[in-house]
């Protein structure tokens, strides 16, 4: 628009004492249009995120989670766009009495802020965060779209992801897994298909049910190929880098990245460019790591 306002400044003086021809006044009337349609276009255009200053609050916003849990990774995400300073408590996989003590059964995320009582829920906490002016400025997050193809592409992986990230939870080293009992209460609990849960609890022994993880995680290379195809269908879905949805930044991108980011515990695993940059954005810019490193 600047430039435009010099092209006229300019052919205005130039033709201050001569008569206006036709050609001048639809070179002219071409310019204004044109900075009408830019001037509505910029005005429509959504804000676009820029990360603010460090959000300090007194005591320390706590946050009790799992790292391999997308759920709880939503919450850090959303802490982490917002720029505010908080403790995470990795919470051993078995451990149920600190999550049963905060909130009453065992059950991650669970938020402790000043002012009110831990809670759980990892959208109710995010929101909360967002419409609070003690945790910085709100409406950070627009609200989700509800998008049924982004939804249905979830369901079309649910089956190799969980063969492929469920193993792989427990043979690589996070927190809440550190100590053996916890990885044999997250394999006593976590089915891996086609068992149901019901039958996978009731029927199976532990040796049994480490057999199914152990040989699940040796025979990968099939699933590893489904999951990088429909990769190639996730990409066109994705706006760009910066926001799954057209519009900006929205409860869609704290939902989404959360779950891709789980992928990436997956050695093999070729993600197509747009969704290799909407994770390195995201993990910098929330400030919460992939697996990259560590994948098996």
Excluded at 5 to 29: P, Q, V, Y
Aim: net charge neutral; hydrophobic share 40%; proline share 7%.
């Amino acid at each position: 628009l600047i430039y435009v306002r010099r092209i006229l400044t300019t052919k205005i003086d130039k033709i201050t004492n001569e008569a206006m021809t036709t050609t001048t006044f639809r070179f002219l009337g071409g310019l204004l249009l044109f900075a009408v349609v830019e001037g509505l276009s910029l005005a429509a255009a959504p804000p676009m995120y820029a990360k603010p200053g460090l959000v300090s609050v007194s005591p320390m916003p706590r946050v009790y989670v799992y790292d391999h849990c997308p759920f709880c990774v939503r919450v850090r995400l959303a802490l982490g766009l917002k720029n505010i300073k908080h403790d995470v408590r990795f919470m051993a996989n078995d451990d149920v009495d600190l999550p049963t003590s905060l909130v009453g059964k065992k059950i991650a995320p669970i938020f402790e802020a000043p002012g009110r009582e831990a809670f759980a829920e990892s959208m109710d906490i995010v929101k909360w965060v967002d419409s609070d002016p003690a945790f910085g400025p709100t409406g950070t997050f627009r609200a989700a779209s509800d998008r049924t193809d982004l939804k249905a592409w979830q369901k079309s992986v649910q089956t190799p992801l969980r063969l492929l990230q469920r193993p792989r939870y427990v043979k690589t080293y996070l927190p809440e897994f550190a100590q053996q009992s916890a990885k044999d209460a997250f394999v006593k609990n976590h089915q891996l298909p086609p068992y149901e849960k019901d039958d996978w609890r009731s029927n199976l022994d532990m040796t049994t049910r480490w057999y199914f993880y152990d040989r699940t995680f040796q025979d990968t290379e099939k699933l590893v190929e489904e999951v990088n195809e429909k990769l190639k269908d996730l990409e066109p879905l994705i706006y760009s880098e910066k926001c799954a949805t057209e519009g900006g930044l929205s409860l869609d991108d704290v939902d989404l990245f959360s779950r891709l980011r789980s992928i990436t515990i997956i050695k093999g695993i070729e993600f197509p460019p747009k969704i290799r940059a909407y994770l390195d954005y995201f993990a910098e810019q929330g400030d919460v790591p992939l697996y990259d490193p560590i994948a098996l």
